[in-house]
């Protein structure tokens, strides 16, 4: 069974940044795709970015292009995410996810293992 388990949320003030990690564990994830997700209050869930586990091919929603980074390291068997020049409107609760196939999807329908969340705030 494939646990996710975010950490690294909190509060930032505009303009701040933090690093989101995401530790993936109970397989070997060479044939997976993992990817990072928001959804803020009474919206839906938003893409932000996947990442393909074996060749580390990378994919961005618009609104991550240029202040969010996703990155993994084999070796830990973790993800992660800066967030960089961070907005009051990226306040939200951010998950990890995980998908068996090395085909990248943005729709969180494809996505079968999420973590818990981790909540972040922006207000000064």
């Known amino acids: 069974q494939v646990q996710l388990v975010e950490s690294g949320g909190g509060l930032v003030q505009p303009g701040g940044s933090l690093r989101l990690s995401c530790a993936a564990s109970?397989?070997?994830?060479?044939?997976?795709?993992m990817g990072w997700f928001r959804q803020a209050p009474g919206k839906e869930r938003e893409f932000l970015a996947s990442?393909?586990?074996?060749?580390?091919?990378?994919y961005y929603a618009d609104s991550a292009k240029g202040r969010f980074t996703i990155s993994r390291d084999n070796a830990k068997n973790t993800m992660y995410l800066q967030m960089n020049s961070l907005k009051p409107e990226d306040t939200a609760v951010y998950y990890c996810?995980?998908?068996?196939?090395?085909?990248?999807?943005?729709?969180?329908?494809?996505?079968?293992?999420w973590g818990q969340g981790t909540q972040v705030t922006v207000s000064s």
């Open positions: 990442i393909r586990w074996n060749d580390g091919s990378i």
């Open positions: 109970g397989r070997t994830f060479s044939s997976y795709t």
């Open positions: 996810a995980a998908r068996r196939s090395t085909v990248i999807a943005v729709t969180p329908q494809f996505y079968t293992y």
